[in-house]
């Protein structure tokens, strides 16, 4: 019998944690069975319609549905949750029926690849995770050696490798310069993760220009120049100035971060949202902090998430790593800088979180319990792009885009 997704063997470059990462099941505290919207690929879809399995017969004609608008073979139909608990109807004690009765063939492409990314970038397979996911999180931010590189080969379905497109009338390569340059850039050793971010917005406002003057012609100068002031140390005698701004962090990122409350949670997600909460001075019976009380309990928890972060160093480095690796960074935004603003919300409220779960009890939270607030923050914030947007939105509109005042949201 032939298969219904193919798969080919094939040799990709991935970071290290992604070679060790294994779906942990029934084992898994936030199951992504639940709470999200499952698409359906249209050859799945076809071949549910298909299948006379009684145990899932029932299941296959009353939940899986048509996808009437906007539809596309990717996008083509959807699997209805359960109205009370949000739970895939094909869950079986925290494991799927589909699985269990046909095997992994006949998963959609989206349950079988979950949380992983395959790329075709220039002929070079990638593989990357997403932080949404439990152990893709612990994988990622908690060991030393997560984003060391490597070769090896991997099992995909050929329908699940995304072929990147030149941007910006930049070629492949010269892409693939700038991307490697913002890597070894947050990689550099012996300075602070703002000063490597503040620098890496001066890359991509300079970026942003060069493409808008000089096209693709003026990139390798560039990039020639920012290697020589990273080795040099030119561009951080400036910063060394720079004073924090705690209110605006605190303000801010609490105006982003209260924006997705009040959405279902899983047991989880309410967990770690009401530490935040209490981390922040929120009163536990309205919710709410005064502006005084907020930066108060903001700067306690930045000290006390300094001491935290002891034990895993190089979580908040990993994650930003993660997301330049992952979503190909600064080529996803309108334009580069954009795409930088978008990585700086992310991290400053990400940042406020972890901050906030610091704050929330007389013990500081361990290397999980802070690994687990990254993948609570890459739930419910990193999946929603109407979020991004918003958020780039307010920026702009406050006049907080700029790069001299994006300074003041990076230092702590």
């Not at 608990?85 to 869950?91: A, M, N, Q, R, V």
């Not at 340059?181 to 550099?188: E, I, V």
């Amino acid at each position: 019998m032939s298969l219904l997704h193919p798969k080919r063997t094939l040799t990709a470059l991935v970071p290290l944690h992604v070679s060790r990462f294994a779906c942990i099941g029934p084992d898994c505290e936030d199951n992504c069975c639940t709470g999200w919207r499952v698409n359906l690929d249209k050859k799945t879809f076809n071949a549910y319609r298909q299948l006379k399995v009684p145990v899932l017969a029932e299941r296959l004609e009353r939940r899986v549905k048509r996808q009437r608008s906007q539809a596309s073979d990717a996008n083509y139909a959807r699997i209805e949750l359960d109205a009370t608990s949000h739970e895939c109807p094909f869950l079986e004690q925290r494991l799927c029926a589909v699985q269990r009765n046909l095997g992994e063939d006949y998963l959609s492409n989206i349950c079988a690849t979950y949380p992983r990314t395959s790329r075709d970038f220039n002929g070079q397979l990638e593989q990357s995770l997403t932080l949404s996911c439990p152990e893709a999180a612990r994988q990622a931010l908690l060991q030393p050696d997560a984003f060391d590189f490597v070769e090896m080969p991997l099992q995909v379905r050929a329908g699940t490798i995304e072929a990147v497109k030149p941007r910006f009338g930049l070629s492949l390569s010269t892409m693939n310069e700038v991307r490697v340059f913002c890597l070894q850039l947050l990689r550099t050793e012996g300075l602070e993760l703002w000063q490597r971010l503040a620098v890496l917005g001066v890359f991509c406002e300079r970026l942003t220009a060069t493409l808008q003057q000089a096209g693709h012609a003026g990139i390798p100068a560039l990039l020639q120049d920012f290697v020589a002031m990273v080795e040099e140390g030119l561009v951080f005698d400036a910063l060394r100035g720079l004073q924090p701004n705690h209110a605006i962090q605190a303000q801010v990122f609490a105006l982003l971060w209260q924006g997705k409350l009040g959405r279902r949670l899983s047991p989880v997600q309410q967990a770690v949202q009401e530490a935040v909460a209490r981390g922040l001075g929120a009163d536990a019976g309205t919710g709410q902090a005064s502006s005084e009380q907020l930066v108060e309990h903001y700067r306690c928890g930045l000290d006390r998430l300094a001491e935290a972060m002891q034990a895993a160093p190089q979580l908040l480095e990993h994650y930003l790593l993660n997301e330049i690796f992952r979503d190909l960074f600064p080529f996803q935004g309108a334009t580069p800088y954009e795409d930088y603003l978008m990585l700086v919300s992310r991290f400053g409220l990400l940042r406020l979180m972890l901050a906030a779960r610091c704050n929330a009890d007389a013990e500081l939270p361990g290397p999980a319990e802070l690994s687990q607030t990254v993948q609570v923050f890459c739930r419910r914030f990193q999946h929603d792009t109407n979020w991004a947007a918003q958020t780039n939105s307010a920026l702009k509109n406050s006049g907080w885009d700029a790069l001299e005042k994006v300074y003041g949201f990076l230092r702590t």
